[in-house]
T-cell receptor
Framework: RKEVEQDPGPFNVPEGATVAFNCTYS??????FFWYRQDCRKEPKLLMS?????NEDGRFTAQLNRASQYISLLIRDSKLSDSATYLCVVTPMDSNYQLIWGAGTKLIIKP | EAQVTQNPRYLITVTGKKLTVTCSQNMNHEYMSWYRQDPGLGLRQIYYSMNVEVTDKGDVPEGYKVSRKEKRNFPLILESPSPNQTSLYFC?????????????FGPGTRLTVT
């Protein structure tokens, strides 16, 4: 089983819709969680950190479920510009330097 | 402008011909690392460096070398490239390693080894 797993998609979603996807992790001692966004053939860029209590940044909401070992990303009122691959990143408790990356979920917003 | 640069952006080479991919950052970051990205797999760390003259292996170091003689530069060296090293490579830097710190990535180098 992969340490960090994501549904690769693609998720085809109409503009304006709400979309959510999850990322599961296998190490229950993981301590830090992030969502990065990667546009086609470009470098990943930090979208948001994921805090234990959940956090929101505009149309984006990230949540952590430690009991079930997954994090989620919800995008409201989706825009065409939200089309990208969303990468989940986890940091193990026993390592301060290692980042474990998911393979990403591809999202396509259609007009 | 704060950035991480990589060169070349695209490279096609033949098996066994030594190559170097350069990486440079202008943010005075201590921590730098190299990743490769392959379809269906997450970013996998090749090597990382905590500071000048301090480097260590990541998850997939075989076939690669690095050096950190200056804080800003972290070149990736393939002494004898093989076709299984065909991949998209990213250099990244941050103020410190790991948890809770944003990684800044270079634009990527697409390498093809024939």
């Amino acid at each position: 089983r992969k340490e960090v797993e994501q549904d690769p998609g693609p998720f085809n979603v109409p503009e304006g819709a709400t979309v959510a996807f999850n990322c599961t992790y296998s190490n229950s001692a993981s301590q830090s969680f992030f969502w990065y966004r990667q546009d086609c053939r470009k470098e990943p860029k930090l979208l948001m950190s994921v805090y234990s209590s959940g956090n929101e940044d505009g149309r984006f909401t990230a949540q952590l479920n430690r009991a079930s070992q997954y994090i989620s990303l919800l995008i409201r009122d989706s825009k065409l510009s939200d089309s990208a691959t969303y990468l989940c990143v986890v940091t193990p408790m026993d390592s301060n330097y290692q980042l474990i990356w998911g393979a990403g979920t591809k999202l396509i917003i259609k007009p | 402008e704060a950035q991480v640069t990589q060169n070349p952006r695209y490279l096609i080479t033949v098996t066994g011909k030594k190559l170097t991919v350069t990486c440079s950052q202008n943010m005075n970051h201590e921590y730098m690392s190299w990743y490769r990205q392959d379809p269906g797999l997450g970013l996998r760390q090749i090597y990382y460096s905590m500071n000048v003259e301090v480097t260590d292996k990541g998850d997939v170091p075989e076939g690669y070398k690095v050096s950190r003689k200056e804080k800003r530069n972290f070149p990736l060296i393939l002494e004898s490239p093989s076709p299984n090293q065909t991949s998209l490579y990213f250099c990244a830097s941050s103020t410190q390693p790991g948890a809770g710190v944003e990684q800044y990535f270079g634009p990527g180098t697409r390498l093809t080894v024939t």
